[in-house]
């Protein structure tokens, strides 16, 4: 074993600032006299806050307990050996921290081969091995289980996953080639591929159990105490676990083929990482375990070096760390207490921003309208949602009727607003109408109370300006569903204070959103980038490029969806308006398209219909369309589209509109579903070359979301 650890020494001096695991063998007497069995746990020596994850000194540890515990096996002095974690957390994988500082190939490729040269001993010991899934497992604390003989879980796990896919990896230490093999291509592309790709899908302890990846499942509350009872009986042969035949034909390339379909569908081939998985899940398919973990290895080695893994692990630190520490936010100190909550406007944002608050806040929300029947419209969206609630068994009855209470509508502002502390207004954008509403609303509102708006792309300073207090007035930008996206752009007007802002951040905060501060800018940061994206694929089709080839032209991306189906979601009117508002501002950049114009003037909900299931060029807007006569390539399209982006997102940074380039990717990332693999926009931007012929320059520094130098 002397290589390994040899392997495991040379990658620790390339990353001294590990956070190490240790690996703490305790004997212990099983019951039923099973005899002496060893456990080993797994901990970081911090809480449940600080997953535990493995790094080449954490490997090292393991393959010392390993050498001790394939000792006692060799002389008969025990009957089994366990493996578990700390509280909470089985183990998390690798250590990201030390993947990112690796700068040559041979480096990552020992990563891989120390993982596999550990974890590998754990299924050549002389006795039985068992995995005890105790809590939260992911990536490589996974795959250690992999490698044991049996393995139990708790039905308390919270999460459970092979999200290296996701990251742009693949599961590097047995994942592609062990799982296919004990539970099926299938499930196993479910697992690795799916799921990951799926803005990274978790499993809990019973679906782990009843995809065969466990073969026990107990309650959390004494789970390892029911874990080892079950080992007892597998040792002593009261137990026996069966697993059903794995079908080695069909039924494989089937599910690959389906792998495959999936990875096209998200990422159109624009991301390597999916790809190579199945490369291994594939060749999985003869059973061959040592050729599968020399792929994987080499697999990992490539992936590491490449950008799209650097570009995730980017995306990772941004919405992991960065969203919790918000650049430029006031001191939390100043944030005034929320103990209620006024929503101008009954309409769907606006219910669905009551029911928001509502649910996280927990505190006294009332609606207002300019009619008793939209009042009642928007109460009743609330509670018909709490009762969805109550049905999916997310809250009980008590939950249900104390939510329901607190939320009430009422004509008059005096009455509703008088003694909240935030009150936020979701009305028609319009920037006269705004004002008005904010006048009353002041007129009748606490002299403490934040004013926010949810507008998309009118100025706060404006809406402010005409107004005794405007330093309480601050943009609070939701994004559509607000359920589901977690960006809330906060912007702070010319007059916005400290006070007024640190409050809305502090809300921010209570509501689980991501939030970035922002210029009082036109459009802010997701629509004007959006809307200089969209424009320029408006302008390229009515210039005379068909719609199909401008679509096409942005798959290499992977986006989420193709620019004219986001168009749909968004509305082609809100689009319109938008547009117009940007090219008020910024009329040498930001074009209206006569086109979209025809569109929404026929009142059409987008481009498409879908009358064969797949999207396809509605008639009656090809008739509307005019068209010139240039006729651009696909590649022609994408460099045009990119060229503007960049252009817009460099001059955005110029104005201060954020603090840096990561504040731009967070908001794509967490605002518009932008790829994580590619790291939001601009290291994809840097990657391609695109951020330099445009700009003279990338947009971030060597090593940030890019191999070191």
Request: aromatic share 6%; charged share 25%.
């Amino acid at each position: 074993m002397n290589s390994t650890t040899e392997l495991l020494k040379g990658a620790a001096e390339l990353f001294p600032g590990e956070v190490v695991t240790q690996a703490h063998v305790r004997h212990l007497d099983l019951p039923g006299g099973a005899g002496n069995f060893a456990l080993i746990t797994l901990d970081n020596g911090l809480d449940h806050t600080k997953p535990t994850t493995f790094g080449p000194q954490s490997l090292a540890n393991l393959n010392a307990a390993v050498d001790q515990v394939e000792k006692e096996a060799a002389e008969g002095t025990i009957t089994g050996i366990g493996i578990t974690g700390k509280p909470f957390i089985f183990a998390v994988g690798a250590d990201l921290k030390g993947v990112e500082l690796l700068k040559e190939h041979k480096d990552a490729l020992a990563i891989g081969k120390g993982g596999h040269d550990v974890f590998r001993r754990l299924s050549a010991l002389a006795v039985p091995t068992f995995a005890y899934y105790n809590g939260a497992a992911m990536g490589g604390g996974v795959e250690v289980g992999l490698h044991c003989s049996y393995r139990t879980v708790s039905k308390a796990l919270p999460a459970f996953s092979l999200p290296e896919v996701f990251l742009g990896l693949v599961p590097g230490w047995g994942g592609c080639a062990l799982l296919p093999n004990l539970i099926g291509a299938d499930r196993a592309v479910t697992v690795i591929i799916e799921n990951s790709l799926n803005q990274n899908r978790q499993l809990k302890g019973k679906q782990v159990f009843e995809l065969g990846i466990a073969d026990a499942l107990f309650e959390g509350a004494d789970f390892l105490e029911q874990s080892l009872i079950w080992t007892a009986n597998v040792l002593n042969g009261t137990v026996t676990v069966e697993r059903p035949e794995i079908d080695r034909g069909d039924a494989w390339d089937r599910a690959v083929a389906r792998g495959r379909a999936i990875a096209d569908s998200k990422v159109h081939g624009a991301a390597p990482a999916a790809y190579r998985a199945l490369e291994i899940i594939a060749a999985a398919k003869d059973g061959d375990l040592g050729a599968g973990f020399d792929a994987e290895d080499r697999a990992l080695a490539d992936l590491i070096m490449g950008g799209e893994l650097r570009s995730g692990i980017y995306s990772f630190n941004l919405v992991q760390k960065r969203a919790k520490r918000p650049a430029g936010a006031p001191d939390k100190a100043l944030a005034r207490p929320v103990t209620k909550v006024g929503v101008v406007g009954a309409g769907l944002m606006a219910s669905q921003l009551a029911l928001l608050f509502l649910r996280r806040l927990e505190v006294p929300v009332v609606l207002t309208d300019i009619d008793q029947a939209r009042v009642d419209k928007g109460v009743g969206y609330v509670h018909a949602e709490i009762e969805k609630l109550l049905g999916k068994g997310r809250i009980n009855q008590d939950k249900a009727n104390r939510l329901k209470a607190l939320v009430s509508g009422v004509l008059d502002k005096a009455e509703g607003f008088s003694d909240a502390d935030f009150i936020i207004e979701a009305v028609f954008e319009e920037i006269g109408v705004k004002q008005q509403v904010f006048a009353e609303v002041e007129a009748v509102a606490p002299a403490h109370a934040i004013l926010a708006t949810n507008t998309s792309s009118l100025s706060v300073t404006e809406m402010a300006s005409k107004l005794k207090n405007p330093e309480r007035v601050v943009g609070f930008h939701f994004f559509n569903p607000v359920a589901i996206l977690p960006l809330l752009e906060i912007v702070r007007g010319e007059q916005t204070d400290d006070a007024s802002l640190a409050t809305a951040f502090g809300v921010a905060r209570k509501l689980k959103k991501t939030a970035v501060l922002v210029k009082d800018a036109p459009a802010f940061v997701v629509n004007r980038i959006l809307t200089r994206f969209m424009g320029e694929i408006q302008n390229v089709i009515d210039e005379g490029t068909p719609v199909e080839v401008a679509e096409k032209a942005i798959e290499p991306l992977g986006l989420p969806m193709s620019p004219l189906v986001l168009l749909e979601l968004v509305g082609p009117a809100i689009g319109l308006h938008v547009s117009e508002t940007l090219n008020r501002a910024f009329p040498d950049r930001f074009t209206v398209s006569a086109n979209l114009a025809a569109v929404v003037k026929a009142g059409k909900r987008g481009f498409y219909v879908y009358d064969s299931g797949k999207p396809e060029l509605d008639p009656e807007v090809a008739a509307l369309l005019q068209q010139g006569d240039s006729v651009l390539s696909e590649e022609q399209v994408r460099d045009r589209v990119l060229d503007a982006v960049a252009q817009e997102i460099g001059l955005m940074l110029d104005e201060g509109v954020v603090a840096e380039a990561q504040d731009i990717d967070l908001c794509l990332i967490t605002g518009a579903g932008w790829p994580f693999h590619l790291g939001g926009i601009t290291p994809y931007l840097d990657r391609e070359g695109v951020s330099e012929r445009v700009n003279g320059k990338k947009f971030l520094a060597r090593g940030v979301a890019s191999v070191p130098a």
